[in-house]
């Protein structure tokens, strides 16, 4: 594997933990954890998704119990601060990461989109290169 790219991840994860996208995803998350009431109310939410998800993905239908359910405690959700912020903040760090992760697979992007029409055109470090 090519190691200039593994330090650069590495390096990548480490600019990730000191963004103050994540350190105020750590705060609102710690928050939400010091709080019995909020912290509960979480854990439920989260175990309710990933439940239904995991029947989804066996193929399983979800019951309208299990669907209203799911709706009522995301109205419950909605009414905590403490959960609504940590949900806030963890969609600022995952449109960041989805950004990097653009830029990241923006060569793979541009050689696909390319190749549609025969040959192909990239840049790789600076210099226009065409694949057949």
């Known amino acids: 594997m090519n190691r200039e790219l593994f330090n650069i991840a590495n390096q990548l994860e480490n600019a990730l933990r000191n963004s103050s996208e994540f350190i105020h995803l750590l705060n609102q998350y710690e928050e939400v954890n010091a709080n019995p009431s909020s912290k509960n109310l ?31 405690l995301t109205a419950r959700i909605q009414q905590d601060e403490k959960i609504t912020g940590l949900m806030e ?44």
């Open 42 to 72: 979480f854990k439920t939410f989260n175990q309710m998704q990933m439940n239904l998800y995991q029947k989804q993905m066996q193929g399983q239908e979800v019951t309208q119990q299990e669907a209203d359910t799911l709706q009522k």
């Open 89 to 132: 903040a963890d969609f600022h760090l995952n449109t960041l990461v989805m950004d990097i992760n653009k830029m990241i697979l923006k060569p793979v992007e541009e050689l696909y989109a390319h190749s549609q029409g025969g040959n192909t055109e990239s840049f790789h470090r600076g210099q226009n290169i065409r694949y057949y």
